[in-house]
């Protein structure tokens, strides 16, 4: 099936420093990537919708200027954590949808995660 | 807000036996999904099964789907200890492009 990497796996900071995670499809262009945060043993929440060559879509309640979004080529979206505090430490996910019909029609394809620890 | 709820949260048994989680949600859908996730790592696609359909089967996997009871079950067969993960259950709405996930359940198959 379609392959989606991020990077880095983990990824420890300190406290008010800004770190990026990397979205990438290796296999498929993805016009469309999501990004998920998941808390230990909770379930996936969907933080925005990434569109390539225009502005995500953020959720309710997701602080744009605090989780900035980049979807700059049809393989590759970016998260930035800005001044991160502790609450941010979490199991960050993103996710990728093959639109070519090559596979799957409605199969979303996920990164294997960024575990971000804010100290 | 999440719709999928699933039950049981958490579900322990003996390798060979088999595995039932549920799932239920509450708006009209396209399609569901069920989603495999072991211990810090990403999701793994298992299975999808359209609103128009009431049963699919991949492998040991079987899902039903009942849209009158807005419900879905997962079946693992002759489970094994590989099996042990999260396993959530997602849809797709009619209405937009999002997958909304509930809120998982954890399999434990002890061998």
């Known amino acids: 099936g379609a392959v989606v990497s991020q990077h880095p796996s983990r990824v420890i900071c300190k406290s008010g420093t800004s770190v990026k995670i990397e979205c990438r499809s290796l296999d498929f262009q993805a016009t469309t990537m999501f990004w998920y945060r998941q808390f230990p043993k909770k379930s996936l929440m969907l933080m925005a919708t990434?569109?390539?060559?225009?502005?995500?879509?953020?959720e309710q309640g997701v602080e744009k200027d605090k989780f900035l979004i980049n979807h700059a080529s049809l393989t590759l979206s970016t998260l930035t954590v800005t001044s991160a505090h502790p609450e941010d430490s979490s199991f960050y996910i993103c996710s990728a949808r093959d639109p070519s019909g090559r596979t799957s029609t409605d199969t979303q394809y996920f990164g294997p995660g960024t575990r971000l620890t804010v100290l | 807000s999440q719709q999928g709820e699933e039950d049981p949260q958490a579900l322990s048994i003996q390798e060979g036996e088999n595995a039932t989680m549920n799932c239920s949600y509450k708006t009209s859908i396209n399609n569901l999904q069920w989603y495999r996730q072991n211990s810090g790592r990403g999701l793994v696609h298992l299975i999808l099964?359209?609103?128009?359909?009431r049963e699919k089967h991949s492998g040991r996997l079987r899902v039903t789907l009942d849209t009158s009871k807005k419900s879905s079950s997962l079946l693992i067969t002759a489970s094994r200890a590989a099996d042990t993960a999260s396993y959530f259950c997602a849809t797709r709405e009619t209405s937009g492009s999002r997958l909304t996930f509930g809120e998982g359940t954890q399999l434990t198959v002890n061998p």
């Open positions: 990434s569109n390539e060559g225009s502005k995500a879509t953020y």
């Open positions: 099964i359209r609103s128009n359909e």
